[in-house]
């Protein structure tokens, strides 16, 4: 049995007491803020009507269907409400195995990385959020599709580079043209605009994005689809900020 939260009204945490459990499900109304950086859970699941904010110190999987019972994703309530969703890992992998639903509201995802060994945030599942999806993580795997208005994918790290069209490499972000191609947003943003990303481009990924706008990366001119297919192999002053 796992741990299980059951509440009607918001539920938030003392300073210096975290949750420690394999698993961790929360249920009822919420508001859920469990925040505290040192929180250990391996697997986490919500079905709650409201808002869910939770960090974990190390890395944590969301679960497939039925491992973890009745809320076996992360979802709640009817898919009209505002409601928003962030979970982070202060140091460690996020595995999202099932799907993670905010309705109308934005989704917020970080695999933290203090220490320098790029922990995947992996997408096996669909994650939607109308209101935006961010996705933050310095290696990614996303195998599912991320629906939004919105779709920002940027490092954790300041200092991380990017590659679109290549794969994960130490200290880079890479995003196959696989990985793009389960993007399903109005605009998609890649890059930290405020970090000092070095963006490349290693094949004509973002030639197929499903987005009416692409735009990469802090001093980059914005990428229309229609010229994305243009942008060549780390060649493109667009596409590669200069220090
Ligand atoms: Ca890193
Ligand atoms: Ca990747």
Do not use: W
């Not at 099932?98 to 933290?112: F, P, Q, W, Y």
């Not at 922990?119 to 939607?128: E, G, M, Q, S, W």
């Not at 939004?148 to 200092?159: D, M, R």
């Amino acid at each position: 049995m796992p741990s299980a939260l059951n509440s009607g009204g918001p539920v938030t945490q003392q300073a210096g007491a975290p949750i420690v459990a394999d698993d961790l499900l929360l249920v009822g109304a919420g508001p859920y803020t469990l925040t505290e950086t040192t929180n250990n859970v391996s697997r986490l699941a919500a079905s709650v009507t409201n808002a869910v904010s939770y960090t974990n110190a190390v890395s944590l999987t969301i679960p497939p269907g039925a491992d973890l019972s009745p809320g076996d994703r992360v979802d709640g309530g009817s898919h009209d409400q505002q409601r928003p969703i962030a979970i982070d890992t202060i140091d460690g992998f996020l595995t999202v195995a099932n799907v993670v639903i905010a309705g109308s509201s934005t989704v917020s995802l970080t695999a933290g990385d203090p220490n320098g060994v790029d922990p995947d945030l992996t997408i096996n599942a669909p994650v939607i959020g109308a209101g935006g999806v961010t996705l933050t993580a310095d290696n990614m795997v996303i195998t599912a599709p991320v629906i939004a208005s919105i779709a920002t994918l940027q490092p954790f790290a300041s200092g991380t580079d990017i590659d679109l069209g290549g794969v994960d490499t130490a200290n880079t972000l890479g995003l196959t043209q696989a990985e793009l191609n389960n993007l399903r947003a109005g605009i998609v943003r890649i890059g930290d605009f405020s970090n000092t990303n070095n963006i490349t481009v290693t094949a004509e990924g973002v030639g197929s994005v499903h987005a009416t706008e692409v735009n990469v990366g802090a001093g980059c001119e914005r990428l229309k689809r229609g010229d994305a297919g243009n942008h060549r192999s780390g060649d493109d002053p667009c596409c590669r900020r200069s220090a």
